[in-house]
């Protein structure tokens, strides 16, 4: 048998990270909303037979996204569920780096998005953001602005107590 690579068994836009892929009660609401708040292209979509979408695809800034309705039957068969029927909360938080995390906050806030954290830069040498989409999903978006070496992290996050 052919030894196999990593880099042949998988595609490029998945070979170096966990893909989030999130349910929501409409997502074809919800892909607007990231369209028009992070800057998201749609690449891919499956209608499912009955309505909604059963599994779509964005990219914002360089990540990829998984989405899909948590109200279709497919969806419900394997037990996904949307923020909403969980009393709003959620133990995921997306984190995206964006070349310019303010105009980001701005343009998602426009969009909608609650901001739970103003952008602020951080001891650990990124400008963050974050902020809760309409869906209910958590959000961490990020610029980098300084290389921190682990020695700082360390002496920035004592000094903050």
Same mark, same amino acid.
């Given at each position: ?93 997306? =984190? /995206? ?6 105009? !980001?906050?701005? @343009?998602?806030? *426009? $969009? %909608? ?30 610029? =980098? /602005? ?6 700082? !992290?360390?002496? @920035?996050?004592? *000094? $903050? %107590?």
């Amino acid at each position: 048998m052919a030894e196999r690579t990593a880099h042949i068994e998988i595609p490029g836009r998945y070979r170096y990270a966990v893909i989030p892929h999130i349910m929501v009660d409409d997502a074809a609401a919800a892909i607007d909303f990231y369209r028009r708040a992070f800057g998201a292209r749609e690449d891919f979509r499956v209608d499912a037979p009955d309505g909604g979408i059963l599994h779509a695809e964005i990219t914002i800034g360089q990540s990829v996204l998984m989405l899909g309705d948590a109200s279709v039957d497919e969806a419900e068969a394997g037990s996904f569920a949307a923020p909403a029927s969980l009393g709003g909360g959620t133990s995921v938080t997306l =984190h /995206v780096f964006v070349p310019d995390v303010d105009s !980001l906050a701005e @343009r998602a806030e *426009a $969009a %909608g998005a609650e901001i739970l954290q103003p952008p602020t830069d951080m001891f650990h040498g990124d400008r963050t953001v974050i902020l809760k989409d309409p869906s209910g999903h958590m959000w961490v978006f990020l610029t =980098h /602005v300084e290389d921190v070496s682990e020695e700082e !992290l360390r002496r @920035r996050l004592a *000094a $903050a %107590g």
